[in-house]
C-alpha cells in the first residue's frame, strides 16, 4: 500500500517537472493571445530605443513583432492539452540595419530556445527544454486610435513583411478622412478610392472603388502586390516608431507606412 501511494507521488512530481517550472502557471489560449513587451532576455533587463516585442496569435498559429530593429515573424506552436508547451518555428527577419543590432539578435536567439511558458494574462515566461527562463514578457498597452490618426501623406515601406527598395516614383498613400477618401501611387500608377470602417470598431479600414491609371513601367510587381495587398486590409494600428500598419481580418501585416 505504501509502494503504491509512493508511485502517485514520484507521477506527480514529474507531471510538474513537465511544465514551465515547478508550480508555475500554466497560461491558457485566451490570456496567450496578443502583444507582449519583451523585458528580459536571460535574466538581462532589455534596455533599447526600441522596445522588442512579440504578437502571438494562436488561432492563427502565427508569432509577428520586432525584435528591435526589423520585423519579424512565424509559425506558433501551442497544444490545448499541454498549454505549458509552446515553440516557435520558421522564425524570418526583415534585413534593415541599425544602430542596435545586439538586442535584435538576443530575441531572435531566445525564441529558438522556447519550449514552454508560464504566467498569466499580464505577464509570461518563456524557458528552454531545461527550464530556464530565456525570456521575459509584459502585456503591451495597447493605444487608443481613431481615423483622424490617418490623416495626411503616408510612404509604403514594406509590403508582405518585404522591405520595398529604392524606385523610381516612391509609392505611398495619402488620406482625406473628412471626406473618406485616399489617393496616391502605387510605384508606377495612379491610384484613387475611398474607405470605410465597420460601426464601433474604430481601428478598422476598408478600402474600396481603388481606381489606377494604366501606365506600364519596367517594374510592375511591386505595385501588383501594394493593389492586391490594399484590398485584403481590414485593420490599422501604429507600432512603436508610429508607423502605420494596416493589416487584415486576422491581424496579419500587409502593408507598412511612414508618414511624410
Not at 501511494?5 to 514529474?14: D, E, G, M, P, R
Not at 523585458?39 to 492563427?60: F, Q, S
Not at 497544444?79 to 515553440?87: H, L
Not at 522556447?114 to 524557458?127: E, F, M, N, R
Request: with cysteine; net charge negative; glycine share 10%.
Amino acid at each position: 500500500m505504501k509502494k503504491f501511494f509512493l508511485s502517485i507521488a514520484v507521477v506527480s512530481f514529474l507531471l510538474a517537472m513537465g511544465s514551465c517550472a515547478a508550480g508555475s502557471k500554466a497560461v491558457s489560449a485566451t490570456d496567450l493571445s496578443g502583444e507582449w513587451n519583451v523585458i528580459e532576455i536571460n535574466g538581462e533587463k532589455v534596455v533599447a530605443e526600441n522596445v522588442p516585442y512579440l504578437g502571438l496569435d494562436v488561432e492563427a498559429k502565427r508569432l509577428y513583432g520586432n525584435a528591435g530593429c526589423n520585423r519579424i515573424m512565424g509559425s506558433l506552436e501551442y497544444d490545448s492539452v499541454r498549454p505549458e508547451k509552446i515553440r516557435f518555428s520558421s522564425v524570418a527577419a526583415t534585413r534593415m540595419m541599425c544602430p542596435d543590432m545586439e538586442t535584435e539578435r538576443k530575441v531572435l536567439a531566445a525564441l529558438e530556445q522556447v519550449t514552454a511558458c508560464s504566467g498569466d494574462k499580464t505577464s509570461l515566461s518563456l524557458s528552454d527544454a531545461g527550464g530556464k527562463t530565456v525570456m521575459t514578457l509584459e502585456k503591451r498597452q495597447q493605444p487608443q486610435v481613431s481615423v483622424e490618426d490617418l490623416n495626411g501623406e503616408w510612404n509604403i515601406i514594406s509590403v508582405n513583411g518585404a522591405e520595398l527598395g529604392l524606385m523610381e516614383n516612391t509609392p505611398f498613400l495619402a488620406f482625406d478622412t473628412a471626406g473618406m477618401r485616399v489617393h496616391g501611387n502605387a510605384g508606377c500608377n495612379i491610384v484613387n478610392g475611398g474607405f470605410s470602417q465597420e460601426e464601433g470598431v474604430p481601428n478598422s479600414i476598408q478600402f474600396s472603388q481603388m481606381i489606377s491609371t494604366m501606365m506600364a513601367c519596367p517594374d510592375m510587381d511591386t505595385e501588383r502586390q501594394i493593389l492586391e495587398a490594399l484590398g485584403s486590409v481590414r485593420r490599422f494600428g501604429f507600432d512603436e516608431e508610429g508607423m502605420l500598419v494596416l493589416s487584415d481580418e486576422d491581424g496579419q501585416e500587409l502593408v507598412v507606412l511612414d508618414k511624410k
